[in-house]
C-alpha cells in the first residue's frame, strides 16, 4: 500500500483514551471505532481526514491503556501511517501486531507541518515531505519484528510456527 | 561479569537462558495470560484465526470481566457473553463471573494465582501491578495475549532498568500511591519508557503489600515495561497461604547494571496530587486545597484493596460526605467487599453518606457507574487522569492516596488528611 497523504499535526503524549475514548469500547468492530478515532484530541478529526492521510505525533504517542481498539481505530480510519517522535511500548506493539505501519522520526516529527503533503517509503524508512521537498531518515524496525511484518502479522506469524505443513 | 537485576533474572529464567542482557530479543514460556472484557474479545477474535484447537493450558489462561460489568447495556453484556463462552468451550479454570469476580489486578494477587517470580503477561495495561509481589508482568495488546493463549510463549525486549532508592521514615498519610505519583511528577509520564522500575530502599520495605502493588500498578504511568519490589517477609507473608503454584524470590545482584540510580528521600514528602491530564502534573496536596470537586471515587487496582478502604474509613470517622458530592467506594474484589463488611467498614462508609458498589473499573476508564458531566471534576485513587476518562472530555480527574480522597470527601474540595482530624 502506498503511504501518502496529508499530514495531521498532534501534540506529545498523545494517550489511548484520546485516540479511542473507553465509552466506545463496548464493540470492538473496526468500522465502529474509526468513526471515533482521534475523538477527544480532536473531535472534528474522524470527518476531516482523508484515507490515506498520515497522524504526525511528538513524543510518547499512544501512552496509557493496551487497548489495541487504538492502532484498530486509526488503521480502519484510513489513516496510512503515524509519524512520531517516540512510541508508548504498548502502542508499538500492538500497532506492528495488527499492521498499522508506524514510523519513529524526531526529525519528520519537528519539520513536517499541518497539510504538508507527506510520502513514506516503508521498506528503506524514509519519509518525504512533498510540500517541502525534504526527507527524513526512520529508525531502523528491529530484524525480529520485521519477521512478524513479513509474516503479515503476528497471528499469521504463528500460525504458520503452529502448522508449517499447511503452508507448503 | 556483571551482575543481573531482578527483571533480568526472571527473564533469563522464563528464556531458558543463563544470563540476559538490555536490548536482546528473547523469547519466553509465560506462566499465566489475562484478559478482560474489553480486550479478550479481540484476543478471542484473532485466537480463532490461529487456527489451534484449544488454548495452551486451560489452567492458565485467566479472563476476567470487570471493566463494563455488571453489564452497562447490550453491547458490553454482548463482550461479558464472549468471554463466558470461550471459557466454557476451553473449560477454562480461571473464568470469574459476577459475584465471583474483582477488578483483575485485585483479584489474580488475592487468589494465588501470581506469585513471586512469575512471568505474567495481560492484555491490560496495568498487569504491572504484580511487580509488587516481585513478579515479571506486563500489560501487551490483545493480539499479543491470543499468540500466548495458543503458544504460552511470547517474545520481549529485555528492559534497562532504573533502581529506585526510597530513604527515610514515610511521614503519616504518604504511602505507595504518593511515591510514585511523585516519582513519575520527577521522571515524566515517558520518563521510564521501555524500562525496568525497580522500588527499593527502607521506605519500600516498610510499605505493605497493598502500597507495593499500588507502586507496581503504575509503572506504565511513566511509559515503563514492568515495575518490581525485590520480594522479602512481607512479600512472604501474603504469598504463602495463598500460592496455587511454586514461586521463586529473585533478588538484584549488588553489581547489577542500571540505567540510572535516583535516590528519594521520603521523610518531607506530602502526599501527592496528579493534576489534570497527566499523572506526571504532580503537587503536594498542601497546593491543592483551593479545588472544588465534585465526586470522589475509592477503588480500582491502583488503590482497591483492604488497607486502602481501612484508610479512608479512618479519616472518615466521625465525619459526613459534604452535601457538595458524591464519594464512590468500589471494593476491589469480593472477597475485601466482605472482609470490610466484617469489619463494619462498608457500614461505616454509607453512614458517612456514600455509595458503596460492587467490584468494577466502572469509573476509573469513564465506562459506568460513575461518570462525570461536562464541566465536572473529580478526585480519585486510580490511576489515570487524562482528558475524558472518567467521562465528557471537558471533566478533570485529579488523582490522590484513599487518606486524602476520604478528607476531600468531607470537606468538599481537596483535602490533607489532618484537616479533618
Not at chain 2, 1 to 29: C, F, S, W, Y
Not at chain 2, 284 to 298: H, K, L
Request: aromatic fraction near 6%.
Amino acid at each position: 500500500m502506498a503511504l501518502q497523504g496529508k499530514a495531521w499535526k498532534f501534540g506529545a503524549d498523545v494517550d489511548t483514551d484520546a485516540i479511542i475514548p473507553a465509552r466506545y469500547l463496548n464493540t470492538s468492530d473496526p468500522a465502529e471505532l474509526a468513526k471515533h478515532c482521534m475523538e477527544d484530541a480532536d473531535p472534528e478529526f474522524p470527518n476531516k481526514m482523508q484515507p490515506g492521510d498520515i497522524i504526525v505525533a511528538d513524543k510518547n504517542f499512544g501512552c496509557g491503556s493496551s487497548r489495541e481498539h487504538a492502532p484498530i481505530a486509526i488503521k480502519a480510519a484510513g489513516v496510512s501511517c503515524v509519524i512520531a517522535k517516540s512510541y508508548a511500548r504498548i502502542f508499538y506493539r500492538n500497532a506492528f501486531n495488527i499492521g498499522l505501519p508506524i514510523f519513529e522520526c524526531a526529525e519528520a516529527a519537528e519539520a513536517i507541518e499541518e497539510g504538508d503533503e507527506v510520502a513514506v517509503d516503508a521498506a528503506r524508512g524514509i519519509v518525504k515531505n512533498l510540500t517541502k521537498n525534504e526527507t527524513y531518515q526512520a529508525t531502523p524496525v528491529p530484524e525480529f519484528m520485521q519477521q512478524i511484518i513479513d509474516a503479515g502479522g503476528l497471528i499469521d506469524y504463528v500460525a504458520k510456527r503452529l502448522r508449517p505443513t499447511d503452508q507448503a | 561479569m556483571m551482575g543481573m537485576t531482578i527483571t533480568e533474572k526472571i527473564l533469563a529464567a522464563h528464556a531458558g537462558m543463563d544470563r540476559v542482557e538490555p536490548g536482546q530479543l528473547i523469547n519466553v514460556k509465560v506462566d499465566l495470560v489475562l484478559g478482560n472484557d474489553i480486550t479478550a474479545p479481540v484476543a478471542i477474535r484473532e485466537f480463532d484465526r490461529i487456527g489451534v484447537e484449544t488454548v495452551w493450558d486451560r489452567e492458565r489462561v485467566v479472563l476476567v470481566p470487570d471493566h463494563f460489568v455488571p453489564n452497562k447495556d447490550i453491547m458490553s453484556a454482548e463482550q461479558a457473553k464472549q468471554l463466558r463462552e470461550f471459557a466454557r468451550k476451553h473449560r477454562l479454570t480461571n473464568y470469574f463471573e459476577v459475584g465471583r469476580m474483582g477488578v483483575e489486578h485485585c483479584l489474580l494477587p488475592e487468589q494465588g494465582l501470581v506469585g513471586p517470580g512469575d512471568l505474567v503477561i495481560g492484555a491490560d495495561s496495568h498487569t504491572c501491578t504484580y511487580g509488587g509481589l516481585g513478579a515479571f508482568s506486563t500489560g501487551v495488546g490483545s493480539t499479543d495475549l491470543a499468540a500466548a493463549m495458543a503458544l504460552g510463549e511470547t517474545w520481549l525486549k529485555v528492559p534497562e532498568s532504573i533502581k529506585f532508592v526510597f530513604n527515610g521514615e514515610l511521614p503519616r498519610w504518604v504511602g505507595g500511591k504518593d511515591l510514585i505519583l511523585y516519582i513519575i511528577g520527577q521522571i515524566g509520564v515517558d520518563g521510564a519508557l521501555y524500562m525496568a522500575m525497580e522500588f527499593t530502599g527502607p521506605a519500600i520495605e516498610a510499605l505493605n503489600i497493598d502500597g507495593r502493588m499500588t507502586m507496581a500498578n503504575m509503572a506504565i504511568e511513566a511509559g515503563a515495561k514492568n515495575g518490581i519490589v525485590p520480594p522479602d517477609e512481607v512479600t512472604r507473608a501474603y504469598v504463602e497461604n495463598r500460592a496455587k503454584r511454586p514461586y521463586t524470590f529473585y533478588q538484584s545482584d549488588p553489581d547489577a547494571n542500571y540505567a540510572r540510580v535516583i535516590e528519594i528521600d521520603v521523610s518531607k514528602l506530602e502526599p501527592q496530587i496528579a493534576f489534570p491530564h497527566l499523572p506526571e502534573n504532580t503537587r503536594p496536596v498542601s497546593e491543592a486545597t483551593d479545588v472544588a470537586i465534585d465526586q470522589v471515587v475509592i477503588g480500582s487496582c491502583t488503590n482497591g484493596r483492604l488497607s486502602d478502604l481501612q484508610l479512608a474509613a479512618e479519616v472518615l470517622k466521625g465525619h459526613r460526605v459534604s452535601d457538595n458530592l458524591r464519594l464512590l467506594v468500589i471494593p476491589g474484589t469480593q472477597e475485601i467487599y466482605l472482609q470490610a463488611m466484617k469489619e463494619g467498614l462498608v457500614e461505616q462508609f454509607i453512614n458517612a453518606g456514600a455509595a458503596v458498589s460492587t467490584p468494577t473499573c466502572g469509573p476509573c476508564l469513564g465506562g459506568h457507574m460513575g461518570i462525570l458531566a461536562r464541566g465536572e471534576r473529580a478526585l480519585a485513587t486510580t490511576n489515570r487522569n487524562f482528558v475524558g476518562r472518567m467521562g465528557h472530555p471537558e471533566s478533570e480527574v485529579y488523582l490522590c492516596n484513599p487518606a486524602v480522597a476520604a478528607a476531600s470527601a468531607v470537606l468538599g474540595r481537596i483535602a490533607a488528611p489532618w484537616e479533618v482530624e
